[in-house]
């Protein structure tokens, strides 16, 4: 079992509606958990970390995290065609030690117009 | 701005060439990390430090190896690269109190 399982996609979605992305985790001793954008071609960036259980909102993007179900989702609303990329879902397990991210393969999103 | 510079950002090699590549960051964080990005397989640790001449391997660290003898300096080195490390290879500090990551804008090489 992997350690961070995402589906890859791709997911379409029309432009003006809800993208939900999800991913789940095999370390139930997790604590930390981050959601990345990244642009073809372009490095990885932070759009959200989440810590505890429940959501974690800013702007249009809205982070859920369950640690008893061990997975976590991102929800992008009014979805923009700029939205378009792969979304990595990143874990900090306790039994890798600490310090030290496991990513997902990621899931590709593309907003349809 | 995370302050990190990589370099080379593309580099085309021979297989049984040593390379290096080389991670800079200006904002003094302890901790620095190595990806390899493949098609398929996401990002995936090949090794990091967690202070001068502090390191560690990470998940697919065979046939790579690391210094960090400054601060703001971390080389991988491939002493003889394969067509197997044809990749994109992307550093990351972390941010102390948070965990978060932050890359830089990644290396590309191709060994022929």
Known sequence: QKEVEQNSGPLSVPEGAIASLNCTYSDRGSQSFFWYRQYSGKSPELIMSIYSNGDKEDGRFTAQLNKASQYVSLLIRDSQPSDSATYLCAVEPVNSGNEKLTFGTGTRLTIIP | ?112
């Not at chain 2, 790579?64 to 400054?70: H, N």
């Not at chain 2, 394969?82 to 941010?95: D, G, L, N």
């Open chain 2, 1 to 112: 701005d995370a302050g990190i510079t990589q370099s080379p950002r593309h580099k085309v090699t021979e297989t049984g060439t040593p390379v290096t590549l080389r991670c800079h960051q200006t904002e003094n964080h302890r901790y620095m990390y190595w990806y390899r990005q493949d098609p398929g397989h996401g990002l995936r640790l090949i090794h990091y430090s967690y202070g001068v001449k502090d390191t560690d391997k990470g998940e697919v660290s065979d046939g790579y190896s690391v210094s960090r003898s400054k601060t703001e300096d971390f080389l991988l080195t491939l002493e003889s690269a394969t067509s197997s490390q044809t990749s994109v290879y992307f550093c990351a500090i972390r941010a102390s109190l948070t965990g978060e990551l932050f890359f830089g804008e990644g290396s590309r090489l191709t060994v022929l």
